[in-house]
C-alpha cells in the first residue's frame, strides 16, 4: 500500500515563498506520476500540477504557470511543490497524489485520476 505524508505549509504574507514537500512510501515510487491537488473552504478540490514517473513531462494549471514548479526525487521517495509569487487566492490545503504511471501529462486531471492520497498541508497566504 502507498502511503503519502504532506509537509512545508504554514502563513505567508502575499508575495513570498512556500515550498511543500511529499514523501513517499513504496517499494515502486519511481513509477508513479505524482500530481498536487487543492481545496480552499467552501470549493472542490481541483487540480495544481502533476509530474510523469520518470520527472520528463509536467502540466500545470493557468493559474499556477510561472510561479509553482513541481519536482522529484525518485531515489528520495519525494515529490515537492515550489510555490512562489503566493496570491491570497492560493490559500487552500494542498495535497499530494499518486497513481501508476501512464498519463500523458497534456491535460488537468481529476480526483479519480489518482488512487493513492496524503492528508494535506494547510497553506495560508496573507495580504
Known amino acids: 500500500q502507498v502511503q503519502l505524508v504532506e509537509s512545508g505549509g504554514g502563513l505567508v504574507q502575499a508575495g513570498g515563498s512556500l515550498r511543500l514537500s511529499c514523501a513517499a512510501s513504496?517499494?515502486?515510487?519511481?513509477?508513479?506520476?505524482m500530481a498536487w491537488f487543492r481545496q480552499a473552504p467552501g470549493k472542490e478540490r481541483e487540480f495544481v500540477t502533476a509530474?510523469?514517473?520518470?520527472?520528463?513531462?509536467?502540466y500545470y494549471v493557468d493559474s499556477v504557470k510561472g510561479r509553482f514548479t513541481i519536482s522529484r526525487d525518485n531515489a528520495k521517495k519525494m515529490v515537492y511543490l515550489q510555490m512562489n509569487s503566493l496570491e491570497p487566492e492560493d490559500t487552500a490545503a494542498y495535497y499530494c497524489?499518486?497513481?501508476?504511471?501512464?498519463?500523458?501529462?497534456?491535460?488537468?486531471?481529476?480526483?479519480?485520476?489518482?488512487?493513492?492520497w496524503g492528508q494535506g498541508t494547510q497553506v495560508t497566504v496573507s495580504s
Open positions: 497524489a499518486a497513481d501508476l504511471g501512464h498519463r500523458g501529462m497534456t491535460k488537468a486531471y481529476r480526483e479519480a485520476d489518482f488512487t493513492w
Open positions: 513504496g517499494r515502486t515510487f519511481s513509477s508513479y506520476d
Open positions: 509530474i510523469s514517473w520518470s520527472g520528463s513531462n509536467t
